[in-house]
């Protein structure tokens, strides 16, 4: 593995595959991380910047306009050319800008740099997504982002635990700081140590040119799995990340935290019950029953609409004890979906289509997770306070309103299982 330039072969090596799927989930830790870390500090940017519930969610609105808006060009643009570089660019940007929230000193300032931010993850996901696809075939790739998935809980862990931490002792712009340096570092290691892979070296289907945007939209319309996976995952993120976009935020107002505490309350268990929920989820995803997609489908659907109780009672409760046993049983929820259903919309793409999937399903998510979930829950919270300034209650019932969203979610993976054998024949040959 001597650097981006030359497509590597179809017979790479086990100690390659494994080191190029430990680099990218890395890649995808610090994406998570550098998302994460606003949510993790609304108290003290609103407390300083007096923003209200709703102009704190609009702190997250930018990024996610950005992110959505550029992760179609720059996905077309993964489909065409050397993905290594572009996701190295991609990093440095991100990476760069992060670092910059540290350095702002006013509202508009931060929202500048948070929409840099947008611009340099919109093309992080996607091409590292294409690049694992082509390391491992359509059997073991629902392992293979599985154990790629692994970046959001530790990410989330960075950007709750280290950075409430950080922000608490230091105040919250060293925490912006902290968390934005490391990617340049591992844009270098990408660059040099990763070769480009063969288009579709693992898949059995013809050598095409690149399609165009309008046909791989068709193709996608005509995929009834692809539309019901990639609204399953959506509507996953709109409900699970969605909710714990304003968690340290409720947490901190019901139960007298600060950013420190409440970080290291909610970033254990994204460590540990994350990392646990992604690594089972890797396990039995990756065992001779649940080759038959099908059953992948079915395993999201059952699990997801289990899941959705325990999210109502964390923030139902109030009782601190209650309510931390029901973040451990809801926030496994947010990552164990992940894996799977990024390995669905691959399988359900052609190779030269795929990172357009990958884009297409990011953009149904971070709509709803990143600009739907925010908006809608913030005004809410506004609108339930009344004259008076939002406060746990207020909040508490904007969050319930959010929740049954994930019976929504286990609906479109259940849908997914009754069309996705024909369709994923038709997207790359074989089952």
Same mark, same amino acid.
């Given at each position: 593995?001597?650097?981006?330039?030359?497509?590597?072969?179809?017979?790479?090596?086990?100690?390659?595959?494994?080191?190029?799927?430990?680099?990218?989930?890395?890649?995808?830790?610090?994406?998570?991380?550098?998302?994460?870390?606003?949510?993790?500090?609304?108290?003290?940017?609103?407390?300083?910047?007096?923003?209200?519930?709703?102009?704190?969610?609009?702190?997250?609105?930018?990024?996610?306009?950005?992110?959505?808006?550029?992760?179609?060009?720059?996905?077309?643009?993964?489909?065409?050319?050397?993905? $290594?570089?572009?996701?190295?660019?991609?990093?440095?940007?991100?990476?760069? !800008?992060?670092?910059?929230?540290?350095?702002?000193?006013?509202?508009?300032?931060?929202?500048?740099?948070?929409?840099?931010?947008?611009?340099?993850?919109?093309?992080?996901?996607?091409?590292?997504?294409?690049?694992?696809?082509?390391? =491992?075939?359509?059997?073991?790739?629902?392992?293979?982002?599985?154990?790629?998935?692994?970046?959001?809980?530790?990410?989330?862990?960075?950007?709750?635990?280290?950075?409430?931490?950080?922000?608490?002792?230091?105040?919250?712009?060293?925490?912006?700081?902290?968390?934005?340096?490391?990617?340049?570092?591992?844009?270098?290691?990408?660059?040099?140590?990763?070769?480009?892979?063969?288009?579709?070296?693992?898949?059995?289907?013809?050598?095409?040119?690149?399609?165009?945007? !309008?046909?791989?939209?068709?193709?996608?319309?005509?995929?009834?799995?692809?539309?019901?996976?990639? !609204?399953?995952?959506?509507?996953?993120?709109?409900?699970?990340?969605?909710?714990?976009?304003?968690?340290?935020?409720?947490?901190?107002?019901?139960?007298?935290?600060?950013?420190? $505490?409440?970080?290291? !309350?909610?970033?254990?268990?994204?460590?540990?019950?994350?990392?646990?929920?992604?690594?089972?989820?890797?396990?039995?995803?990756?065992?001779?029953?649940?080759?038959?997609?099908?059953? $992948?489908?079915?395993?999201?659907?059952?699990?997801?609409?289990?899941?959705?109780?325990?999210?109502?009672?964390?923030?139902?409760?109030?009782?601190?004890?209650?309510?931390?046993?029901?973040?451990?049983?809801?926030?496994?929820?947010?990552?164990?979906?992940?894996?799977?259903? =990024?390995?669905?919309?691959?399988?359900?793409?052609?190779?030269?289509?795929?990172?357009?999937?990958?884009?297409?399903?990011?953009?149904?998510?971070?709509?709803?997770?990143?600009?739907?979930?925010?908006? =809608? $829950?913030?005004?809410?919270?506004?609108?339930?306070?009344?004259?008076?300034?939002?406060?746990?209650?207020?909040?508490?019932?904007?969050?319930?309103?959010?929740?049954?969203?994930?019976?929504?979610?286990?609906?479109?993976?259940?849908?997914?299982?009754?069309?996705?054998?024909?369709?994923?024949?038709?997207?790359?040959?074989?089952?």
């Amino acid at each position: 593995m001597t650097g981006a330039d030359s497509p590597t072969a179809t017979n790479s090596t086990l100690f390659a595959r494994w080191y190029v799927l430990v680099i990218v989930m890395l890649v995808y830790t610090i994406s998570i991380a550098d998302r994460y870390v606003l949510s993790t500090l609304l108290k003290p940017i609103s407390d300083e910047l007096h923003l209200t519930d709703k102009g704190a969610a609009s702190l997250g609105i930018p990024l996610a306009l950005f992110y959505v808006t550029m992760g179609i060009p720059l996905s077309w643009l993964t489909d065409r050319v050397n993905r $290594v570089k572009l996701l190295s660019a991609c990093i440095v940007i991100w990476s760069a !800008m992060t670092t910059l929230c540290g350095f702002t000193r006013g509202y508009l300032d931060l929202l500048l740099a948070r929409i840099g931010v947008g611009i340099g993850e919109a093309g992080g996901t996607p091409a590292c997504n294409a690049i694992v696809a082509d390391y =491992f075939p359509a059997s073991r790739r629902a392992m293979a982002t599985t154990i790629f998935a692994l970046g959001a809980p530790i990410g989330a862990w960075l950007g709750s635990d280290i950075a409430g931490s950080v922000s608490a002792t230091h105040g919250w712009r060293w925490a912006f700081l902290v968390l934005g340096a490391p990617g340049v570092l591992l844009a270098i290691v990408l660059y040099f140590t990763i070769r480009e892979p063969v288009r579709g070296c693992m898949d059995k289907c013809e050598d095409t040119d690149a399609p165009t945007l !309008m046909e791989t939209v068709k193709f996608l319309w005509s995929q009834k799995a692809a539309v019901h996976a990639m !609204m399953g995952s959506g509507v996953s993120a709109l409900w699970g990340w969605g909710l714990m976009w304003f968690a340290p935020l409720f947490l901190q107002r019901t139960y007298g935290m600060d950013e420190g $505490v409440s970080g290291g !309350m909610l970033g254990s268990i994204y460590l540990w019950a994350g990392i646990g929920a992604s690594l089972l989820t890797a396990w039995v995803v990756g065992r001779p029953y649940f080759t038959d997609p099908r059953k $992948v489908a079915l395993f999201l659907a059952i699990f997801t609409g289990l899941a959705t109780i325990p999210s109502f009672f964390a923030f139902y409760t109030r009782d601190l004890f209650v309510a931390k046993i029901m973040f451990w049983l809801f926030i496994p929820a947010i990552y164990f979906y992940l894996g799977p259903a =990024f390995a669905m919309c691959q399988n359900l793409g052609p190779p030269k289509m795929r990172a357009m999937f990958i884009a297409i399903s990011l953009l149904i998510a971070n709509v709803f997770n990143l600009i739907v979930a925010p908006a =809608f $829950v913030g005004t809410l919270s506004d609108y339930f306070a009344g004259p008076n300034p939002a406060n746990a209650d207020s909040l508490r019932l904007a969050q319930l309103c959010l929740v049954p969203t994930g019976f929504w979610a286990a609906w479109h993976y259940w849908m997914t299982a009754k069309y996705i054998v024909a369709d994923q024949k038709r997207a790359i040959g074989y089952v």
